[in-house]
């Protein structure tokens, strides 16, 4: 019976054919990118979750509101903080502390030297007991047990030393010799945590021990495993008292937090980590978990439309199928399996369709999702679960429809599709283009917003700006006749020095402040050290005072405020100011000699915070960039710049970058969503698109006789047009007064994560109304002028 059933569904789909590719088409995109997108989905809901303790691992979290209108969150500790609250409380068991105290480590590997910024050090032996980066070689429990030693992942051990064991081996860095103790896999890319060189202590004396005991500098990534059993809560509750009492004078304006690790990834957006670190977004979980399920609906939605629209074409054969026997069950399993036959053809084409789209699919996530016999059968269930849930849901509304069909009414040749069957239909119809519709809106909002931060005004000139790292301490001891040499270069307009970069949030100093009016409670704010070019380089504007001359000696106390630091500090007279920093646990009274107008030194989705600029020989920082104002990109001035690197600094290679593009990173998780509301919109509107074109196929064989009748009492060709036209239009609209309300509201709450961003105008929604209008015409506008240039006595005589 069943292998009847199976040879009867595949004859139907053979013989319709038109009905069958719409169908296997529309289901194949919706199956292959929902799978896409749910593989996305879990990968990106999967971070930290392969660590053994890690639903007892928590990163500790700094809160600083000693700004009266903000609440900073740092995802950085004091470095006593994590062993003090082992000591302190029984429910704390373990803890570890992460340092990345330079930009860069220089490794010299034979006569080869490597520049690595994807490092930390630690002081913790424990780390590996917290974190489950498995060992290839070597012991976890003793890898990080001796100062000076080193743990490195597969690829930078195969980078190094080739196919040579490198335990016990000694190496040559920037920060002293090192013996590597450990080797581990590649950290898995559902890590918060990346690395490919992990350090025990690589300081030492009573410099490095004073740090380490230091309460007033956050320097440290520190991270607590919970007793089993317990709760954050209750530690939460004790947290008061704990930093009342650690924090000093500042205790006031500090309180500590806890952040699941499993939580990092995806709620970190708003927290300031001190290094670069990438991150998800919620908002996109639920977006795509609900893009991938809609996309699905609506090429579920085609197969219920087309078929019960085909319920007129088929009638007479349901009611011979019935008069010769067939009960109402034969008939629901019938059309079920001919939904099981289109739905499991669907997806095995998109198994093909989704290997040849996953390189592209990578290429816009950022990921690197591949489908070989390990993927496939790890998601292989999922996807054939979610196949026959379609085939079911698809199938199921329009085989008891059919099943229910009277045989006399059938063979008779009388309507089958009744009033409240049209009403459903264009329901669907409706629901269909109401997704598609808030899908467009999406995607020229996320356009319109990630334009506007690429031309925004952020306070200094960013373009054609080729960034040098300052690597080594002969580089920085050098420094001015290395300057001098950078600005001799063909092509180089200015050349300035700093500790940090505008824009770029790489290890930028937090220092507390004091002043007349704070008396002794302290203000956070960030600290950047700039030379006498830096203003006129980067183009930024004095607001009041003056800036620095390069020839003053007093220019090391010198220091200027921007506009946010003077409003937090509030004060009125800030020009001849005396502001009080924390230099390291000594308080250095500087003096503020100008007033900078706010520029956006960290990312939009920030608001402008305060900071202070100090001198290049400031007692806070050190210098660690050239910025060379070019007027124009050559290989020849790369060449060049490179030469004067190699002539001043001669232990490591030349480090460059253009901060265009550097800022550009920022934007990533943005433009990456952008490019999926992008391929998910052009989707929705081909697959409703083709739903529409077969509705439209087999309304207008349904009205032939209709059509033929008004032409001939005079219609014009131009007023049938409208009239086969207007039914769907009518959906259309309605579509579009049900989206514009959602798809406000959804952009609405995606915008609030950007502190600078754009108004949602009536123009987007103008312009996809008409855009989908457009398209909707032009889809069903072919079979309506075939249908109403049809000679109508044709039409008639057929009939």
């Known amino acids: 019976m069943i292998r009847n059933y199976f040879k009867i569904a595949i004859r139907s789909l053979i013989r319709n054919k038109a009905f069958t590719f719409i169908n296997i088409l529309g ?54 903080m994590g062993p003090t609250l082992v000591t302190t409380f ?11 105290l ?90 918060h945590l990346q690395f490919d060189l992990l350090f025990s202590s690589i300081r030492r004396g009573e410099e490095w021990e004073s740090y380490l005991n230091n309460w007033q500098r956050m320097g440290a990534s520190s991270y607590i495993v919970l007793e089993e059993g317990t709760s954050i809560d209750e530690l939460k509750s004790k947290m008061p008292a704990f930093t009342a009492q650690h924090a000093g004078p500042d205790a006031a304006s500090l309180s500590t937090d806890f952040q699941a690790i499993q939580d990092i990834y995806l709620n970190s957006s708003k927290i300031e980590s001190g290094i670069e670190q990438a991150h998800g977004e919620p908002l996109y979980i639920y977006v795509f978990s609900s893009m991938a399920v809609f996309l699905l609906i609506i090429a579920a939605i085609n197969y219920i439309n087309l078929t019960t629209a085909k319920a ?89 429809y059919l099943a229910r069909l009277k045989p006399v009414t059938t063979l008779k040749g009388q309507p089958v599709v009744t009033r409240g069957r049209l009403d459903l239909r264009t329901s669907l119809v409706v629901f269909q283009f109401t997704i598609t519709i808030v899908l467009i809106v999406s995607t020229f909002v ?14 200094f000139d960013k373009e054609q700006m080729m960034v040098i790292d300052i690597n080594s301490r002969a580089a920085r001891s050098q420094f001015e006749s290395m ?65 620095f001359t390069g020839r003053n000696e007093a220019d090391s106390l010198n220091i200027l405020l921007n506009e946010a630091a003077v409003k937090v500090m509030n004060l009125n007279n800030p020009v001849g100011s005396k502001i009080r920093i924390n230099a390291y646990g000594e308080m250095v009274e500087m003096n503020v000699i100008g007033i900078l107008k706010d520029f956006n030194f960290q990312s939009l989705h920030q608001k402008i915070a305060p900071i202070i600029i100090g001198y290049r020989n400031n007692p806070i920082n050190v210098i660690d960039y050239f910025t060379l104002k070019v007027s124009g990109v050559s290989q020849a001035l790369i060449a060049d710049a490179t030469k004067v690197h190699e002539q001043f600094d001669t232990q490591t290679p030349i480090e460059f970058h253009f901060l265009s593009e550097q800022l550009n990173r920022f ?29 439209a196929t087999y309304h207008i064989q349904r009205k032939t006789k209709e059509l033929g009748i008004r032409k001939v009492l005079g219609a014009s060709a131009l007023n049938l047009f409208f009239m086969v036209s207007f039914s769907f239009t009518k959906n259309v609209c309605i579509a579009f007064v049900l989206a514009c309300p959602l798809a406000w509201y959804m952009m609405k709450e995606w915008l609030s994560a950007f502190e600078y961003r754009i108004q949602i105008t009536p123009t987007v929604f103008i312009l996809t109304g008409a855009f989908v209008l457009v398209l909707v015409l032009l889809t069903v506008s072919f079979q309506s002028l075939k249908a109403v240039l049809h000679n109508p006595v044709k039409s008639l005589k057929q009939e």
């Open 27 to 80: 289901l194949v995109l919706g199956i292959s990118f929902s799978t896409m997108l749910y593989t996305y989905v879990s990968h990106e809901l999967s971070y930290d979750s392969f660590h053994t303790k890690a639903d007892r691992t928590y990163r500790i979290l700094t809160s600083d509101a000693s700004a009266a209108d903000e609440v900073r969150t740092i995802a950085r500790t004091t470095p006593p």
């Open 483 to 547: 300057k001098n040499e950078f600005e001799r270069l063909a092509g180089v307009k200015a050349v300035a020095v700093s500790s940090n970069i505008p824009g770029e949030w790489k290890q930028i100093d937090e220092v507390y402040v004091r002043t007349d009016k704070s008396g002794n409670d302290s203000i956070q704010t960030f600290f950047m050290g700039f030379d006498e070019d830096m203003l006129k380089t980067y183009q930024l504007q004095l607001a009041a005072g003056s800036y």
């Open 312 to 400: 007129s074409l088929r009638a007479k054969e349901i009611g011979l199928r019935k008069v010769v026997g067939a009960v109402k069950t034969q008939l629901i399993f019938q059309f079920l399996t001919e939904a099981f036959v289109i739905t499991l053809l669907s997806m095995l084409l998109s198994i093909v369709v989704i290997d040849l789209c996953f390189p592209l699919f990578n290429t816009i996530t950022g990921k690197s999702f591949d489908l070989n016999l390990d993927t496939l059968g790890e998601f292989f269930p999922s996807l054939l679960l979610i196949t026959l849930l379609i085939g079911l849901m698809a199938g199921s509304y329009p085989a008891f």
């Open 90 to 100: 029984p429910t704390v068991k373990e803890m570890a502390r992460l340092f990345r």
């Open 667 to 695: 934007y990533e998780s943005e433009q990456k969503a952008g490019k999926i509301f992008e391929m998910a919109g052009v989707l929705s509107v081909i697959v409703a698109c083709l739903g529409l074109l077969g509705l």
């Open 102 to 191: 330079s930009g860069q480590v220089i490794v010299n590997i034979d006569d080869t030297k490597y520049n690595e910024r994807n490092w930390f050090t630690t002081p913790d032996p424990g780390f590996f007991n917290i974190f489950d980066f498995e060992f290839i070689a070597g012991n976890k429990a003793t890898a990080l047990q001796d100062p000076f030693s080193l743990v490195i992942t597969a690829s930078t051990a195969k980078k190094y030393f080739a196919n040579d064991n490198p335990i016990g081996k000694t190496i040559t860095t920037s920060a002293g010799e090192v013996k590597v103790t450990g080797v581990i896999k590649d950290i898995p890319d559902n890590s």
């Open 446 to 459: 996320i356009g319109d917003q990630i334009q506007f931060i690429q031309n925004k005004d952020i306070g």
